[in-house]
C-alpha cells in the first residue's frame, strides 16, 4: 500500500509488482494517480489521503510505504495507518521531518510501541539517490521483513524435542 503517487512510486510500484506484490496506490492527485495507474499498479485510489485510507482496513500482510509530497500529508497518513493491523510501516522524509511527524502522532494518542517501529528513514541504508535505487532500497527492506515475519521460530520443549 502506497501512500502517494510521486516520482518515487513508480519504480516502487513496477518492483513490488515484479516481485509479486499486489500494490495498491493512494493518490490526491488525478494527474499523479494517472501515473500510478500507467506504472501498472493493481488499485488506485484517487482521493483524499484521510477518505483513501478509510478504505484500506489493513491486515498482518500489509505493507505500507508513505512516500507523500509533504510532513502534513504523512501524518495524516501514519495517524490512520498506526491503528490499523500492519507487517510494515515506512515512511520517507528528512529526519527533522520525521521527527515532527512522529512527534505529532504521538501527541494524538499513537501508540509509542507501533511508532518506535516505524522504518524510517525508509529502506537499506545503501546510499541511494535516484528514485530508483530508493525503490530498491525500500523494496529490500520490504523483503528483509517479510521473511523474518515468515520465518518460524523453533521452540526448544525442555526434553530436547522441537515444535
Known amino acids: ?63 505500507f510505504v508513505i512516500v507523500t509530497r509533504g510532513h502534513v500529508y504523512d501524518r495524516i497518513c501514519l495517524e490512520s495507518i498506526v491503528r490499523k493491523p500492519h507487517a510494515y510501516i515506512g515512511m520517507m522524509g528528512s529526519h527533522r521531518r520525521v521527527a515532527q511527524v512522529k512527534h505529532s502522532v504521538l501527541e494524538n494518542g499513537a501508540d509509542p510501541q507501533v511508532i518506535s517501529q516505524l522504518h524510517s528513514p525508509i529502506g537499506l541504508d545503501i546510499k541511494a539517490e535516484t528514485p530508483e535505487e530508493i525503490a530498491i532500497s525500500i523494496m529490500a527492506e520490504i523483503i528483509q521483513v517479510r521473511i523474518r515475519i515468515n520465518e518460524e521460530p523453533v521452540i526448544r520443549m525442555k526434553s530436547g524435542m522441537q515444535s
Do not use: W
Not at 518492483?15 to 500510478?36: S, W
Not at 506504472?39 to 491486515?59: H, N, S, W, Y
Open 1 to 63: 500500500m502506497i501512500c502517494g503517487g510521486g516520482h518515487v512510486s513508480m519504480p516502487i510500484i513496477q518492483l513490488g509488482r515484479q516481485i509479486g506484490c499486489y500494490v495498491t496506490v493512494l493518490e490526491d492527485r488525478p494527474k499523479f494517480a494517472d501515473n500510478a495507474r500507467r506504472a501498472g499498479a493493481d488499485k488506485v485510489i484517487c482521493d483524499t489521503f484521510e477518505a483513501g485510507l478509510e478504505q484500506i482496513p489493513g491486515d498482518s500482510d500489509t505493507f
